[in-house]
């Protein structure tokens, strides 16, 4: 079993940065794939970004170019750099991992544990 929790989420304003950070504990995870989601009101929850056991990454459209998913094993967590934020990247954002995501990143049903959360507000 793997406990996700997620941190450095907060208010900006548009065309700022944030970094977001999923901190790992229980199992080891290193094998698994990690990916970000994020939900805003009345939206279904959408893929952001992910990463590999390998470190190979695949990107939502939305966040090409401005987003940058990363991780560090040794220190169990995956980091979101959030750049030039617009106020449509407002949402709650997910961490997740499991063992058996890749190829299908975007696949919200792959990944097998889920972290509770961290809000992200842009404001205009």
């Known amino acids: 079993q793997v406990q996700l929790v997620e941190s450095g989420g907060g208010l900006v304003q548009a065309g700022g940065s944030l970094r977001l950070s999923c901190a790992a504990s229980?199992?080891?995870?290193?094998?698994?794939?990690m990916g970000w989601f994020r939900q805003a009101p009345g939206k279904e929850r959408e893929f952001v970004a992910a990463?590999?056991?390998?470190?190979?990454?695949a990107d939502a459209d939305s966040g090409k170019g401005r987003f940058n998913i990363s991780r560090d094993n040794a220190k169990n967590t995956v980091t979101l750099q959030m750049n030039s934020l617009k106020p449509e990247d407002t949402a709650v954002y997910y961490c997740?991992?499991?063992?058996?995501?890749?190829?299908?990143?975007?696949?919200?049903?792959?990944?097998?544990?889920w972290g509770q959360g961290t809000q992200v507000t842009v404001s205009s």
């Open positions: 997740a991992g499991g063992s058996w995501v890749a190829p299908a990143f975007q696949e919200r049903s792959r990944y097998d544990y």
């Open positions: 229980g199992r080891i995870f290193n094998s698994d794939a």
């Open positions: 990463i590999s056991r390998s470190r190979s990454t």
